[in-house]
């Protein structure tokens, strides 16, 4: 059998969420409706973090980060998703699956760290509000999110090196709605077994770690909380993790669901529906969560609409 980096499948097929005909049109509207309020609540809230320089905070910095990989995040499959339920043939080049494959490890990558940046914010917010300027300079919010996008790189090249070096020959059915990795590993005719363990290693590292940051930063934050008096002071800071706790237990959930498990038939088939959470739910909601219930979003949003009338 030959090995190496030349693959004799020029396509691939994507099997889909499901094969039945009469679902296909409902869910092609309802993911429609999920990623037109993924778009516009994540560009939503570039745009008015941007404009408002009160917004101009560490917060806010990492939520703007956040925004803005899910908004590219949600694009990468999203609307090959979309086209594929209304075509009859779901196929994908093979450079088109390498390149879809890439931007889906980084993005999701990215995602995990910017969220742990989020949790250490927080921490500091909340445990050491004194030294919170000094913590959350400038420099170091700016090295938090270099950190994050370097870290993303290094995984996604090294989920997407070690694919290219596999070799598919005749089987070409990925049991997916877009190029993942572990349905794209049962599909290889050579050893996939560096593949598998750059899988563990890497996810591993990039769902244990951040993990584990953030359940140590909100130990210390409850701790911190349950020392505090006054129940009004409790309430308002529980209300601001709130809406982060909610956003990592929904991210980090389901991709351990898929990920951190053995492979198999039916693991691929639950991981689909566990992948529409990550893929399509997250940052749908992360839009929704960040601005409906965020008092400086809508404040924000009433100055920007108010000053557009007065413009105008």
Do not use: W
Request: glycine fraction near 4%.
């Amino acid at each position: 059998m030959a090995t190496g980096n030349v693959s004799f499948v020029t396509e691939f097929i994507l099997v889909g969420l499901t094969d039945h005909p009469d679902l296909q049109l409902p869910l092609f509207f309802f993911f429609l409706a999920m990623y037109i309020i993924t778009v516009l609540g994540n560009l939503g809230l570039i745009t008015l973090i941007g404009l408002n320089s009160y917004l101009h905070t560490p917060m806010y910095f990492f939520l703007f980060n956040l925004s803005f990989i899910d908004l590219c995040y949600s694009s990468v499959f999203t609307p090959k998703m979309l086209i594929n339920f209304i075509s009859k043939k779901n196929i994908i080049s093979y450079q088109g699956c390498m390149a879809q494959l890439y931007f889906f490890c980084f993005f999701a990558i990215s995602e995990c760290y910017v969220l742990t940046s989020m949790a250490y914010d927080r921490y500091v917010a909340i445990c050491n509000p004194l030294l919170y300027n000094i913590a959350m300079s400038p420099k170091v919010c700016s090295n938090l999110i270099f950190g994050s996008y370097s870290m993303a790189f290094s995984g996604a090249m090294a989920h997407t090196g070690c694919m290219l070096r596999l070799t598919f020959c005749d089987a070409n059915i990925i049991n997916h709605y877009f190029c993942d990795v572990l349905p794209m590993l049962q599909l290889s005719c050579t050893s996939s077994y560096v593949n598998e363990l750059v899988v563990f290693v890497v996810c591993g590292i990039n769902i244990i770690l951040p993990s584990l940051t953030i359940f140590i930063s909100y130990g210390f934050i409850l701790c911190n909380i349950l020392h505090i008096n006054c129940t009004e002071g409790r309430s308002k800071a529980f209300h601001t993790c709130s809406s982060h706790i909610i956003s990592v237990l929904l991210f980090f959930g389901s991709f351990s669901f898929m990920y951190l498990q053995p492979s198999s038939a039916g693991s691929m088939n639950e991981g689909k529906i566990s992948s529409v959470f990550y893929t399509n739910v997250v940052p749908m909601m992360n839009a929704l969560i960040y601005s409906l219930r965020n008092k400086d979003v809508k404040l924000a949003l009433r100055k920007t609409l108010c000053r557009r009338n007065f413009l105008s």
